[in-house]
């Protein structure tokens, strides 16, 4: 005779109680923890050393506009022509529209030519 019992099922787990999000560090406080996991590695303390010192700002032959643009003279510019280009449209017409011709009706006699047998 079958057991009437029903089947056990087994217990769904707890969910986890939620975890605070991970702490950002700062830049220094990075430098320090990659200290620690590395312990005395030479090769490490070297790289870190590099990267606490201060980077040079970039020549000023190098930055935008350093030949002398200027670049918010440009843009303004730029932006009034904008301006009067769309708002003021009389300097410019647009070309006129050609009129659509609707496209001739197709007859069966020009679909389909009589072939000749050989």
Do not use: H, W
């Not at 449209?89 to 659509?100: F, G, H, L």
């Not at 006699?109 to 000749?116: A, Q």
């Amino acid at each position: 005779m079958p057991d009437p019992t029903p089947p056990v099922t087994p217990p769904v787990p707890p969910i986890p109680p939620a975890t605070e999000p991970p702490k950002t560090l700062t830049f220094a406080e990075t430098l320090i923890e990659i200290s620690r996991l590395a312990g005395d590695n030479a090769e490490v303390m070297n790289l870190l050393k590099t990267l606490q010192q201060p980077t040079a700002a970039p020549p000023a032959t190098s930055a935008p506009g350093a030949q002398g643009e200027d670049y918010k003279a440009k843009y303004e510019a730029l932006q009034q022509q904008y301006r009067e280009a769309f708002f003021n449209n009389t300097s410019q017409t647009p070309p006129p529209i050609p009129p659509i011709t609707p496209p001739a009706v197709p007859t069966i006699d020009s679909l389909f030519k009589p072939t000749e047998k050989k």
